[in-house]
């Protein structure tokens, strides 16, 4: 097992960051971000102000060189130590998750499966400092409540993330969804949530301000549904982040049972390509500001 790291540390003391990529295989937006900036450091285009930086451009390595999500199971599952790893995801959480030791902030970057605007998770949002850097990044959305409706839901789909990991080292986290997988400008978003971030913690000089043309949008994660059977079908190809109104149908399942919501909500990460067993869509209510 081969995992690429690299870190910078300059002469003034500072936080220290740790940037993730491609924790999902087949999501190239957050390698190609990262080498960039790697590139730029090297090269001195860029320079480190204060504290350091490990980078991590490719977290799951063979699904990545497959061009797969994952290889055994979903490494944002799974990521927490194990005494006796059963799958190549958990013996790369053993080797990822100690990188988070001593971390102060945690990004972790990824895309999404459906197309849709870029979107922000913060599973944390009680830590100040999480919805600090959530307001100095380029996303108009931010999620709220990921924990909860993993806790709440009768499915067993493991509930050890990497921002969960980061949280119980103490660090601040953000996970970042930049566009959908093959949509390049997802690598231009990345970058500049990486630049961001880094300038938001002083470890560069200052970025110009983003442009505040739309207020922030809090969306409250409520319920995760399970692909069921091969015939379990979405009414239509949903966007992720669409949003619907109260007696919508969404999905129509197998034995003919219709998922209709009954209060107006967004339809977040609906996943064509799941698989029984697998998360297939959630739903989310927009929050009052
Ligand atoms: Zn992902």
Known sequence: ??????????????????????????????????????????????????????????????????????????????????????????????????????????????????????????????????????????????????PAIYEETEHDFGSYSTNRCAHENGAAEVLIECGQNEDPEAAVVAREVILRTLAHLNMIDPLPALSSDAETVNIRMKRVYAHEHPDDRFEKEWEHLELVSKGTCIAVRATGERIVVDCDSIVIFPKVTATPGEEWFYLGEVEPN
């Open 1 to 146: 097992m081969l995992l690429e790291t690299t870190k910078f540390t300059s002469m003034k003391s500072g936080p220290h960051l740790v940037v993730f990529g491609a924790i999902h295989g087949d999501e190239v937006c957050g390698p190609r971000a990262i080498r960039g900036i790697i590139a730029d450091l090297e090269a001195g285009n860029l320079t480190l102000a204060s504290g350091s930086v490990t980078f991590v451009p490719i977290c799951n390595p063979e699904a990545h060189a497959a061009g797969k999500r994952s290889i055994d199971e979903n490494l944002n599952r799974v990521f927490c130590v194990t005494d006796s790893p059963q799958s190549y995801e958990a013996r790369l959480a053993n080797e990822l998750c100690p990188l988070m030791t001593g971390a102060d902030v945690f990004l972790d970057i990824h895309s999404q499966n459906a197309p849709g605007p870029v979107s922000l998770f913060t599973d944390y949002p009680e830590d100040p400092r999480n919805r600090a850097l959530a307001a100095a990044l380029p996303s108009k959305y931010v999620l709220l409540g990921w």
